[in-house]
T-cell receptor, first 116, second 112 residues
């Protein structure tokens, strides 16, 4: 059982379309991160969201952290072929006292393919 | 500035052989992480060091795996003996602050 569930697992779209990737959990996280990984390379951090309800924008990418800090979403507007890659969410779970513990936990990832 | 450096980039070996993966973290970073990535299990943390000291090795699969960090600029992950199920991409990452890890390009290991 994955602590962080990402959906969809695969996404194949045409250039110019919009898309949303979801990252859900039953656990509370002190923060959630989104990474992008290209073939043959390591993941690269895109953003960290730390406050419930927070919205961050990075050019055509919009990241949102759920109010209860259990979920996050990544929305891409007008996708381009250069957006193709594996998108990973990751986070540190918190205990009942709100203190983050343990290790950075990753979702299974969403493989995005944007066709010209 | 140089990022995290890993070597080799690709390793093909036969079952039973010893494999050593190497990592040079970003200069000045005080935490180092070893991950394994497979299609089935995704990205899993194997072990991490803080100031060269192993903090959490609960992700190490079994005694065949060992990791060392003799100094702040070098770490190794050793598998002895290797098995086909160890085939995966192994990543090293380093960080200075908790939330920002920088990953290396990975070592693709194939055990025949």
């Amino acid at each position: 059982t994955q602590l962080l569930e990402q959906s969809p697992q695969f996404l194949s779209i045409q250039e110019g379309e919009n898309l949303t990737v979801y990252c859900n959990s039953s656990s509370v996280f002190s923060s959630l991160q989104w990474y992008r990984q290209e073939p043959g390379e390591g993941p690269v951090l895109l953003v960290t969201v730390v406050t419930g309800g927070e919205v961050k924008k990075l050019k055509r990418l919009t990241f949102q952290f759920g109010d209860a800090r259990k979920d996050s979403s990544l929305h891409i507007t007008a996708a381009q072929p250069g957006d193709t890659g594996l998108y990973l969410c990751a986070g540190y779970p918190t205990n009942a006292g709100g203190t983050s513990y343990g290790k950075l936990t990753f979702g299974q990832g969403t493989i995005l393919t944007v066709h010209p | 500035d140089a990022g995290v450096i890993q070597s080799p980039r690709h390793e093909v070996t036969e079952m039973g052989q010893e494999v050593t993966l190497r990592c040079k973290p970003i200069s000045g970073h005080n935490s180092l992480f070893w991950y394994r990535q497979t299609m089935m299990r995704g990205l899993e943390l194997l072990i991490y060091f803080n100031n060269n000291v192993p903090i959490d090795d609960s992700g190490m699969p079994e005694d065949r795996f060992s990791a060392k960090m003799p100094n702040a600029s070098f770490s190794t992950l050793k598998i002895q003996p290797s098995e086909p199920r160890d085939s995966a991409v192994y990543f090293c990452a380093s960080s200075l602050v908790k939330y920002t890890q920088y990953f290396g390009p990975g070592t693709r290991l194939t055990v025949l």
